[in-house]
């Protein structure tokens, strides 16, 4: 049984940063794709950022290149999204995702594996 905890979620002004925390368990995760998706009020999931987990490479939206980075610590099988400068439009419920696969793919439908999604709020 896959499981993915996301923390670290909150409110901040804009400009300010937040690093989101996305624990790993059941699963050695060494072949998957780690990726953060997110979701706005009326507004479809959509895709932030993704990791290749064993090679480390990462790929993001347009909107957060140059402000967020995904990163992963693998002795504590965390995946991590730090989020610098951030706007009112990053607003959402951030979600940590796992792919069973060796490419990164930018579709929802393509990761088999949810967290609960944490809130992430910027004020203006």
């Known amino acids: 049984q896959v499981q993915l905890v996301e923390s670290g979620g909150g409110l901040v002004q804009a400009g300010g940063s937040l690093r989101l925390s996305c624990t790993a368990s059941g699963r050695t995760f060494s072949r998957y794709i780690m990726g953060w998706f997110r979701q706005a009020p009326g507004k479809e999931r959509e895709f932030v950022a993704a990791?290749?987990?064993?090679?480390?490479?990462?790929t993001y939206r347009d909107s957060v290149k140059g402000r967020f980075t995904i990163s992963k610590d693998n002795t504590k099988n965390t995946v991590y999204l730090q989020m610098n400068s951030l706007k009112p439009e990053d607003t959402a419920v951030y979600y940590c995702a796992a792919r069973t696969s060796v490419s990164v793919t930018t579709a929802k439908d393509g990761y088999n594996y949810w967290g609960q999604g944490i809130q992430v709020t910027v004020s203006s």
């Open positions: 990791m290749i987990w064993s090679a480390g490479s990462a």
